[in-house]
T-cell receptor, first 115, second 114 residues
Framework: DGGITQSPKYLFRKEGQNVTLSCEQN?????MYWYRQDPGQGLRLIYY???????QKGDIAEGYSVSREKKESFPLTVTSAQKNPTAFYLC??????????????FGPGTRLTVT | EDQVTQSPEALRLQEGESSSLNCSYT??????LFWYRQDPGKGPEFLFT???AGEEKEKERLKATLTKKESFLHITAPKPEDSATYLC???????????????FGQGTILTVHP
């Protein structure tokens, strides 16, 4: 079955530690995205990537980093510089911006708790 | 500032009681409006894309419509399994290299009682 997988589902870290969230897709989608979701707020874009080896900052990129070495994978690192890292993190992908297909499909999410 | 506002924040219905959710936007250059369903603790599930005023899409008990300033998600004879948070998002024109950024509303929490 095609889809987007995120791991782990729950993640606990101590303050000051970097942590990497995994996102893999087998939909053959070109574009991938990372969002953060907090209670009472809409989804906020952290980073996005249109093609391999290229990515851009979204609205709230400070304290985060990404890489896109393979089409299928778009890992997100939450660094110790992120002041409020506890949140629900969602990865998404879309087929091809170049041909005008913009629907984004989401993974199941990773809930990160930092204490 | 471009904004997407969903109303009501929460809606409680009895099974079979039809209603509508609203998504209004104060943006220029709309290039698509998207509806998603999100169950607690899960990622959003894509429902519909609407591109132009007057367009309508249907799926089972859900029907999405679009005007120049808002979209409605109509739920006909809802069942308890329709309970979820419904999110809308808009995509704006951002020039030739538009990457398809979506701006999301805060969602409407729908609860359908048996």
């Amino acid at each position: 079955d095609g889809g987007i997988t995120q791991s782990p589902k729950y993640l606990f870290r101590k303050e000051g530690q970097n942590v990497t969230l995994s996102c893999e897709q087998n939909l053959n989608h070109d574009a991938m995205y990372w969002y953060r979701q907090d209670p009472g707020q809409g989804l906020r874009l952290i980073y996005y990537s249109q093609i391999v080896n290229d990515f851009q900052k979204g609205d709230i990129a400070e304290g985060y980093s990404v890489s896109r070495e393979k089409k299928e994978s778009f890992p997100l690192t939450v660094t110790s510089a992120q002041k409020n890292p506890t949140a629900f993190y969602l990865c998404a992908s879309s087929l091809s911006i170049r041909v005008g297909v913009y629907e984004q499909y989401f993974g199941p999410g990773t809930r990160l708790t930092v204490t | 500032e471009d904004q997407v506002t969903q109303s009501p924040e929460a809606l409680r219905l009895q099974e079979g009681e039809s209603s509508s959710l609203n998504c209004s936007y104060t943006v220029s250059g709309l290039r698509g409006l998207f509806w998603y369903r999100q169950d607690p603790g899960k990622g959003p599930e894509f429902l519909f894309t609407l591109y132009s005023a007057g367009e309508e899409k249907e799926k089972e008990r859900l029907k999405a419509t679009l005007t120049k300033k808002e979209s409605f998600l109509h739920i006909t004879a809802p069942k308890p399994e329709d309970s979820a948070t419904y999110l809308c998002a808009v995509r704006l024109w951002a020039g030739g290299t538009s990457y398809g950024k979506l701006t999301f509303g805060q969602g409407t929490i729908l609860t359908v009682h048996p």
